[in-house]
């Protein structure tokens, strides 16, 4: 194996995005995390930006601060992250968290589009997406129908299993861009062209590809998209959320939440609801101002960085995983759970095993090997090791495999308990 940790230690000393890793927060000695797909590392600006934040902005000018900084936030850091999702300022709006995002453009999408009955979306996408259609199907009523592209594998869908069940009563098609377990990527143009043809409209949920993967909402003509922050954007536990709607259909587009910051004149406390114009009528009540502030210094380094950079160490780092893994994993029942083909996989990989779950346990049991590794687990069998370029290292891919190796090797996820914990 030695031969690969010396290509590891190469790939790393040549790797432009490198000086990021220092911005970090350190992690606890010896400690791997490979779940910035979860939840992404706190940056050290984000530290001296909050306490500014708080000692000056609340603690000091308290509500003053609302005209001086806070009342626009929402959609300054909103065209922040259209740079990264290729949107227009305006597009763009920091609200909420993704469920009730989405909640709120499906219902729009649904209004917009009456007459047509019918929601696609596909058997891989993440549940609470899922929940959210079904619920809207629930009370627009009897008519109302969610339909989900099955898929072949249970890794990716297929255009052609999308085009038959998109049909021409179909209102709105909601898909993820990048699939939360196996990490498959859609083709983004093909199927909001075929949503088009059928006269649908097309909203894409961002979660797992924003800030890794680039993304030309504008340019592919997207409707809709939402996403949330605290992935690769690095925003914290809990951040808020983003959503986008595309210029023109703004104006045609309401939110089924009519409150006062999304009113057209807020302050002046008019007992009728009147939407604001353009994207700030999506918004319903006073958005987080602490928590977004904590979004702002990340998706700041990650412009710095530069998106295209970001994806291409992903691909190298994903390429040189599955490398690794073919060579020591597979002879011991481990399965690739992603598409083979990088232009088809976003930034994490899901390794299957039927131990998985007591494998992830013996990653982060700080006593097994030479330290701790943080993956996650998915049911039933998914290991997955997500790859976030501003900070992982090719070492880190090198070491995460060699310890999985061992484990399987040596049985020794079998000193774990298959008891499953709250959360996985
Ligand atoms: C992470 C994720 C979410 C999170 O939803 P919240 O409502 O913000 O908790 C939603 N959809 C997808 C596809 C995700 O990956």
């Known amino acids: 194996m030695r031969q690969y940790l010396e290509e590891a230690r190469g790939m790393d000393r040549n790797d432009p995005l490198g000086v990021y890793r220092d911005q970090f927060t350190p992690l606890e000695a010896g400690m791997i995390y490979l779940d910035g797909n979860s939840l ?96 809207l199907v629930h ?95 690095n925003g914290g536990p809990g951040a808020p959320a983003f959503l986008y709607v595309r210029k023109d259909l703004q104006e045609r587009l309401l939110s089924p939440i009519w409150g006062w910051f999304g009113q057209h004149m807020p302050f002046e406390f008019s007992l009728r609801y009147e939407p604001a114009e353009g994207i700030q009528r999506f918004l319903s009540g006073t958005p987080p101002i602490l928590s977004m502030a904590a979004v702002e210094p990340a998706v700041s380094m990650l412009l710095d960085a530069g998106i295209e950079l970001l994806r291409e160490k992903s691909i190298q780092q994903s390429n040189f995983l599955i490398k690794l893994a073919e060579k020591y994993l597979f002879a011991n029942e481990f399965k690739l759970g992603s598409p083979s083909d990088f232009r088809k996989r976003g930034s994490h990989v899901s390794l299957k095993h039927p131990e998985a779950y007591r494998i992830c346990k013996a990653l982060i049991d700080p006593d097994t090997g030479d330290g701790q590794i943080i993956p996650d687990f998915r049911e039933p069998d998914n290991i997955r090791l997500g790859l976030t370029p501003l900070y992982t290292t090719f070492e880190d891919v090198f070491k995460a495999i060699q310890q999985m190796h061992m484990i399987v090797k040596e049985k020794y996820y079998m000193n774990y308990s298959v008891e499953r914990s709250s959360i996985t």
Not at 69 to 91: C, F, M, N, Q, V
Not at 98 to 103: M, Q
Not at 192 to 210: N, Q, Y
């Open 139 to 233: 009370q627009f009523g009897e008519d109302y129908h969610l339909d989900l592209a099955p898929s072949g594998d249970g890794i990716s869908v297929s255009l052609e299993t999308l085009n038959s069940v998109i049909s021409d009563q179909t209102a709105l098609v909601a898909l993820s861009h990048v699939i939360f377990k196996s990490s498959f990527m859609y083709d983004m143009e093909k199927v909001t062209e075929i949503a088009h043809e059928k006269g649908a409209l097309m909203l894409w949920d961002l979660s797992h590809s924003i800030g890794s993967v680039p993304i030309t909402l504008n340019k592919l003509n997207v409707d809709l998209a939402v996403g949330c922050t605290y992935k690769y954007l």
């Open 40 to 135: 992404g590392r706190l940056t050290k600006s984000t530290i001296g930006h909050m306490e500014r934040l708080l000692r000056e902005e609340w603690g000091g000018r308290l509500i003053r601060s609302w005209n001086e900084s806070w009342y626009h936030k929402a959609t300054e850091l909103g065209d922040k992250i259209a740079r990264i999702a290729g949107a227009s300022p305006g597009e763009i709006i920091v609200a909420d968290n993704t469920s009730i995002n989405l909640f709120k453009l499906a219902f729009g999408a649904l209004k917009w589009n009456e007459g047509r009955t019918g929601i696609v979306s596909d058997t891989l996408n993440f549940p609470s997406d899922i929940y959210i259609l079904q619920g």
